[in-house]
């Protein structure tokens, strides 16, 4: 199979060089039908557009954009060939794929740059498609962004960077005509300010913006609200906490932007102490903020900065509190991500240290996953730890339909060495559904899954399964199982049992005081350009 895939890559590789060659015209050679292996993107009108937060959006029509970028083909002796394409200037050996979605239902690609890469968000687009962003240090270093159709391949990536390389983008949400993204970029003179810039559907950018004070500012999560956006994450600059001492503290701080970037409102929500956002949802008349707190519950009660709770605030539309809690215990709390149930409550998950197994480890320094079902009036409904004897790092949580959650975190419990990526499934019961781990012997994670049906997909960062030495991106698409239909890695594992507890979790009032900044606006540096890396199907 192999052989004859490569002679038939060969064939075209010589066939599209002599048409090349009798006009000294490349560009001439999209006139050929490529048949399935080209990349042709376009709205799938019976997919419901909703963007990358799970809110509507109106419709979207997404224009074929690889029509005129000339295919290359590629030849390789250790994967089927096919035809790939990533930009205008991609030399014949830069990318590798093998048409996998073609004969196989699961996978697992990776995607390699020349040094290291990894992922921070992974989110799908209202059209099925995909999304990843990270960072890479790859020749250009720099923020990347990568466009994935529906088949998880490529349609376009970039490399987002500036002459001072401190930049990354903690959250991102879709627009009718791009993607908003959203976090904190450094600047010589006023240090970490927060950022915010618009890539269209094409992948170029449309605009960058940079908000803040004096001090340190930064943007950590993003929510469509009517016809605005909505960031919220922690500030130095503004707020009570930047009056404490001996250090300055951070307030929780939120944006109101309009579809241009242009400041609209700011408010902050603090205490005496740190306090800070980490996510925010809209739906509907409801907007929640998912924080972390240092002046507020039993977190705020201990000495030091060594305790923590994690908070919820409940906002009006006019950005006043409709009410605050504030749950934890004795040690650490903090939220990752939170989600909203089909019944109007909102599931969080974080990590705790006041509670489970994470309390046994002899240095001292693991947490355990700690699932929180709130209601609407930020009533506590149910609370859940999960983890081993070692650290878990936690990223994100979904829903389906029947309110079954699935959690998605590093676990350090299964290999000594580094982590692995945990997926576990939980019902109404707050009982396991499923539970499996995916690693080598190298740190693997992904930041966010996606329930596609029938499928499970994820993308996050791995040192196992790429380059020795480097870290690597690697896409999964697994059966609804979590399952793989060939042989992908051998380090999957579906005897994973995680310690499970009901922590007698303390709920508290949360009295945030608002302040209305006005915080200093501008446009950023940000150059975006083409960023080129491989692309190989590993399953056999």
Same mark, same amino acid.
């Given at each position: ?57 109106? +419709?979207?029509?997404?224009?074929? $954009? ?18 790939? +394409? ?19 239902? @699961? ?49 376009? $990536? ?58 340190? +500012? ?84 201990? +000495? ?175 059966? $609804? ?12 594992? $579906? ?20 302040? @209305? ?24």
């Amino acid at each position: 199979m192999r052989s004859i895939s490569f002679l038939l890559a060969l064939s075209l590789f010589l066939v599209f060089a002599a048409c090349s060659d009798s006009n000294g015209d490349s560009s001439d050679l999209v006139s050929v039908d490529l048949g399935k292996d080209f990349i042709s993107y376009q709205d799938v009108s019976d997919t419901a557009n909703v963007d990358s937060n799970g809110d509507s959006i109106p +419709d979207t029509i997404v224009e074929d $954009s690889m029509s005129d970028i000339e295919p290359d083909v590629v030849v390789d002796m250790d994967v089927d060939v096919g035809i790939y +394409d990533i930009g205008n200037d991609v030399d014949v050996g830069d990318i590798i794929d093998s048409d996998i979605s073609v004969n196989y239902n @699961t996978f697992v690609k990776i995607f390699r740059g020349v040094g290291s890469d990894s992922v921070d968000l992974f989110r799908r687009t209202s059209d099925n498609g995909f999304i990843i962003v990270g960072q890479t240090d790859s020749e250009k270093e720099g923020i990347i962004v990568v466009r994935l159709d529906k088949d998880m391949r490529v349609v376009w $990536s970039k490399v987002i960077g500036s002459s001072i390389v401190d930049d990354r983008i903690n959250d991102l949400v879709e627009a009718e005509d791009g993607f908003v993204l959203v976090g904190y970029h450094y600047t010589q003179d006023k240090g970490w300010e927060g950022l915010v810039l618009k890539l269209g559907l094409d992948g170029n950018l449309l605009w960058q913006r940079l908000y803040g004070g004096a001090k340190r +500012d930064e943007f950590n999560s993003v929510s469509r609200f009517e016809n605005y956006f909505l960031i919220v994450g922690l500030t130095m600059s503004f707020g009570v906490g930047g009056m404490c001492s001996p250090v300055d503290c951070t307030d929780i701080w939120l944006v109101k932007i309009d579809a241009d970037g242009k400041l609209i409102e700011s408010r902050t929500y603090g205490g005496t102490r740190d306090d800070w956002a980490n996510s925010i949802k809209v739906s509907g008349n409801n907007i929640y903020i998912g924080c972390g707190t240092n002046s507020f519950g039993s977190g705020g009660n201990c +000495d030091g900065d060594k305790c923590a709770d994690i908070c919820l605030i409940s906002l009006k539309d006019d950005l006043s509190i409709n009410w605050g809690k504030a749950f934890g215990g004795k040690g650490w709390e903090d939220i990752s991500k939170m989600v909203e149930m089909n019944n109007g409550s909102l599931a969080l998950i974080g990590i705790t240290d006041s509670f489970g197994t994470g309390l046994e480890c002899e240095n001292k320094a693991c947490s355990d996953v700690l699932l929180l079902k709130v209601d609407s009036n930020g009533n506590l409904i149910s609370a859940l730890n999960l983890g081993t004897t070692s650290p878990e790092q936690v990223f994100s949580i979904v829903s389906d339909k029947e309110e079954n959650l699935f959690l998605d975190f590093v676990t350090y419990g299964t290999n000594s060495l580094s982590g692995d990526l945990a997926l576990v499934g939980i019902d109404k019961e707050n009982k396991i559904l499923s539970s499996n781990i995916y690693g080598g012997d190298g740190f693997d994670s992904s930041p966010e899954i996606i329930l596609g049906g029938d499928s499970i997909y994820f993308a996050g960062t791995t040192s196992s399964f790429g380059v020795v030495g480097l870290y690597d991106i690697w896409v999964v698409k697994t059966d $609804s199982l979590g399952s793989f239909d060939r042989d992908c890695i051998k380090g999957i594992r $579906s005897d994973f049992e995680p310690n499970l507890g009901t922590p007698e979790v303390l709920v508290n009032e949360a009295g945030f005081e608002i302040t @209305t900044p006005e915080p200093a606006e501008y446009n950023g540096d940000l150059r975006v350009e083409d960023w080129k890396f491989s692309v190989e199907d590993i399953c056999r």
